[in-house]
């Protein structure tokens, strides 16, 4: 079982930046699959960013160009840096952990843009 804690979600304005962590438990995380969702009101969970075990990176349209996701192995921390943000990008913001065919949930962390 894989337990993930997020943090760093918050109240920012149009344009502004927040940076997203997420912790996780076990010995293995380095062969982890990583990824930020976020979920708005009313819409479906969507995938917003991925960093594979190797360090390679996907990104949704959306928010390319202006979110960076990166992880430390060292501290079994996966982060999500977003810049420019948008008031589109209010969401709830969860961490996602793939490793074998099992998916592992965070509890998410909500980030609202707002002026």
């Known amino acids: 079982q894989v337990q993930l804690v997020e943090s760093g979600g918050g109240l920012v304005q149009p344009g502004g930046s927040l940076r997203l962590s997420c912790v996780a438990s076990?010995?293995?995380?380095?062969?982890?699959?990583m990824g930020w969702y976020r979920q708005a009101p009313g819409k479906q969970r969507e995938l917003v960013a991925t960093?594979?075990?190797?360090?390679?990176?996907n990104y949704a349209d959306s928010v390319k160009g202006r979110f960076t996701i990166s992880r430390d192995n060292s501290k079994n921390t996966v982060y999500l840096q977003m810049n420019g943000l948008k008031p589109e990008d209010t969401a709830f913001y969860y961490c996602?952990?793939?490793?074998?065919?099992?998916?592992?949930w965070g509890q998410g962390t909500q980030v609202t843009v707002s002026s």
């Open positions: 960093i594979f075990s190797g360090g390679s990176t």
């Open positions: 996602n952990a793939y490793f074998y065919g099992v998916n592992y």
């Open positions: 076990g010995s293995i995380f380095s062969r982890y699959t």
